[in-house]
């Protein structure tokens, strides 16, 4: 499986962005996805994740509210809507895929990664 996350970008305090994490290679459907990000000097930490239907979706503490994950089954992607975004949100997000069926906080069982999209948030 091959993921491309794309969308990062340099926004101010409280605006958005949406990150787009494209999969190639094995039925996008049979993968549980996740997100995750590392800042600078910081261990990678969960951010979001989705079940292979899409009703199942986990947050970290630190995003619920503001961000929002979904999938297009159809064309492949998964999203990240990111929103009310903070400058502690800096850092390179990453996609990451799974062909278990829980959908882990975890970035240890996760098999498949994309390259990380970097997001700056200016004070």
Avoid: H
């Avoid at 619920?64 to 800096?90: C, W």
């Amino acid at each position: 499986v091959q993921l491309q996350a794309s969308g990062g970008g340099l926004v101010q305090a409280g605006g958005s962005l949406r990150l787009s994490c494209v999969a190639s290679g094995r039925t996008f459907s049979s993968l549980v996805l996740g997100w995750f990000r590392q800042a600078p000097g910081k261990e990678r930490e969960f951010v979001g994740g989705i079940s292979r239907s899409g009703v199942i979706i986990r947050y970290a503490d630190s995003v619920k509210g503001r961000f929002t994950i979904s999938r297009d089954n159809a064309k492949n992607t998964v999203y990240l809507q990111m929103s009310s975004l903070k400058p502690e949100d800096t850092a390179s997000y990453y996609c990451a895929g799974d062909q278990d069926s829980v959908v882990w906080t975890d970035a240890r069982p996760y098999d498949y990664w994309g390259q990380g999209t970097l997001v700056t948030v200016s004070s």
